[in-house]
């Protein structure tokens, strides 16, 4: 893409600072284009990162992942995307859908069910539990989409989505012992999702097919000496 480009900001505040909104207008030299995006203060910074990835084709990734210290283990696996939109808590579900629409990646973790995603209680307006559930599903039809929580595949396939996705995924003792896991122990659980969660950051820039492949590998070689990487392997799936 050639030449220059100009943000230009106006905003009008409408029942106080929290409220205030935003146009902000991009307009590119040589290769005239225009957007013009309104936006509430809190979501400025979104979506100036949202314009800059267009303006340079670059792809947009949003990362759902409910804020709760027993799936903190998952962090690393987008610590290192670069531009990447991260909500943790705090917004509706009209916000994250409506933040799906705009994005190309949409990775999602934390605890779940085959009914959605868990908001742990740190979303607004959730009322059934899930921040992403079956209101979810046509704003995720399209997308390059990965799925991590436990029964994230019955919840794919039931919708009939694609994606990246795990099945039952043992995280903690106690879900090792509900799934009969002999003897596990702390050590093996944290030693499994490190494998699982350093794979997947390693190659979360490749396609879902590719990611797919380079941590069923890997993660088989460590479930040989881990029975609940084993276990955890043999439930991933990829539908392209």
Same mark, same amino acid.
Not at 99 to 123: E, K, N, V, W
Not at 144 to 150: G, N, P
Not at 189 to 201: A, P
């Given at each position: 893409?050639?030449?220059?480009?100009?943000?230009?900001?106006?905003?009008?505040?409408? $029942?106080?600072?929290?409220?205030?909104?935003?146009?902000?207008?991009?307009?590119?030299?040589?290769?005239?284009?225009?957007?013009?995006?309104?936006?509430?203060?809190?979501?400025?910074?979104?979506?100036?990162? =949202?314009?800059?990835?267009?303006?340079?084709?670059?792809?947009?990734?949003?990362?759902?992942?409910?804020?709760?210290?027993?799936?903190?283990?998952?962090?690393?696996?987008?610590?290192?995307?670069?531009?990447?939109?991260?909500?943790?808590?705090?917004?509706?579900?009209?916000?994250?859908?409506?933040?799906?629409?705009?994005?190309?990646?949409?990775?999602?973790?934390?605890?779940?069910?085959?009914?959605?995603?868990?908001?742990? $209680?740190?979303?607004?307006? *959730?009322?059934? $539990?899930?921040?992403?559930?079956?209101?979810?599903?046509?704003?995720?039809?399209?997308?390059?989409?990965?799925? =991590?929580?436990? &029964?994230?595949?019955?919840?794919?396939?039931?919708?009939?989505?694609? $994606?990246?996705?795990?099945?039952?995924?043992?995280?903690?003792?106690?879900?090792?012992?509900?799934?009969?896991?002999?003897?596990?122990?702390?050590?093996?659980?944290?030693?499994?999702?490190?494998?699982?969660?350093? *794979?997947?950051?390693?190659?979360?820039?490749? *396609?879902?097919?590719?990611? &797919?492949?380079?941590?069923?590998?890997?993660?088989?070689?460590?479930?040989?000496?881990? *029975?609940?990487?084993? &276990?955890?392997?043999?439930?991933?799936?990829?539908?392209?």
């Amino acid at each position: 893409m050639a030449g220059l480009f100009l943000f230009v900001v106006n905003h009008e505040a409408r $029942g106080g600072q929290a409220n205030k909104m935003f146009w902000i207008s991009v307009y590119l030299f040589g290769n005239p284009e225009h957007f013009v995006i309104h936006a509430t203060g809190e979501r400025v910074g979104m979506i100036f990162v =949202i314009l800059l990835q267009k303006l340079f084709n670059m792809k947009r990734t949003l990362v759902i992942h409910p804020k709760d210290k027993s799936t903190d283990f998952l962090k690393p696996i987008y610590a290192n995307i670069e531009g990447a939109t991260i909500v943790t808590e705090g917004w509706s579900k009209e916000d994250v859908n409506a933040a799906i629409d705009t994005h190309d990646r949409i990775i999602m973790m934390g605890h779940g069910s085959p009914y959605g995603l868990f908001s742990i $209680g740190r979303f607004i307006d *959730t009322k059934n $539990g899930f921040i992403i559930d079956a209101h979810s599903v046509k704003h995720l039809r399209g997308k390059e989409c990965i799925f =991590i929580w436990c &029964y994230a595949s019955d919840f794919v396939n039931y919708h009939n989505l694609k $994606g990246f996705s795990t099945g039952m995924f043992i995280s903690e003792v106690g879900e090792a012992y509900a799934c009969r896991i002999i003897e596990p122990t702390q050590q093996m659980v944290d030693g499994s999702n490190s494998f699982f969660v350093d *794979t997947i950051s390693e190659n979360v820039d490749l *396609t879902l097919k590719e990611i &797919y492949d380079a941590t069923t590998k890997r993660y088989s070689e460590y479930a040989k000496r881990n *029975t609940i990487a084993h &276990y955890n392997n043999s439930r991933l799936v990829c539908i392209e």
